[in-house]
């Protein structure tokens, strides 16, 4: 059910889209802060709701639908904000085009499998990628100024999240390759079943 905390918890990761939109667009040291804050708590959610899920056994439909959709969002409204306030450096921009091309591709493998019935299990790199790639955007939404909030201004805290997000990307590609190749295996299978009900029979 949609009430559920699991599923409450993956609502609240689209509920914090537009607070952390407003926060970041004012561009003040703490609201950079503020909108840090709640990118990192909306992503810990993505951890919770599952092991909730699956502790209390109440997985449902609703949740592994609304699930990806929620993260995918999420990320997607941190790197467009990034993008679009000009806090990232040149070459950061070239990760972010990664992560976000990747997002697509597996959302268009998704629908595709969805359709054969199959699904796309979440492998365990692909965790760790999620894992480096909030830590990233989280401390790029924090950025220096951020972090002079909190007396940490002496590090370079933007070449750190950037750093980070070569990371997740480097994660995003080796995934992103094998989450392609499942789904090009499972095409190949479909193109092959009309083939073999055409061939003719020797015996």
């Known amino acids: 059910m949609p009430t559920d905390l699991p599923n409450l918890l993956t609502i609240s990761r689209i509920a914090a889209i537009p607070v952390l939109v407003a926060f970041a667009a004012i ?9 840090c804050i709640v990118f990192s708590v909306a992503g810990i ?3 919770f709701d599952g092991k909730i899920a699956r502790d209390r056994g109440v997985t449902s439909s609703f949740g592994r639908m609304l699930d990806p959709i929620a993260d995918k969002l999420l990320v ?19 990760p972010a085009i990664v992560i976000m091309l990747r997002e697509i591709m597996v959302s268009g493998l998704r ?11 979440v492998t365990k790199l692909a965790k760790w990628k999620t894992g480096f790639q ?21 590090l370079p805290i933007s070449l750190i999240g950037e750093v980070g997000l070569w ?13 392609l190749r499942a789904g090009l295996r499972h095409a190949g299978q479909q193109d092959a079943v009309p083939r073999a009900r055409t061939t003719p029979s020797h015996t």
């Not at 629908?111 to 299990?121: I, K, N, Q, S, T």
């Not at 401390?139 to 909190?150: E, F």
């Open 27 to 35: 561009g003040a040291p703490w609201s950079d802060m503020v909108a």
């Open 45 to 47: 959610t993505d951890y």
């Open 76 to 94: 997607g409204a941190a790197l467009m904000l990034l993008v679009g306030l000009d806090r990232l450096s040149s070459a950061a921009l070239y």
């Open 111 to 121: 629908e595709y499998l969805a359709e054969l019935r199959v699904g796309l299990p």
């Open 134 to 154: 909030m830590g990233a955007l989280g401390t790029l939404l924090a950025g220096d100024s951020g972090a002079a909030v909190i007396g940490l201004g002496f």
């Open 167 to 179: 990371a997740a990307a480097a994660l995003t590609l080796v995934t992103g390759w094998d989450y």
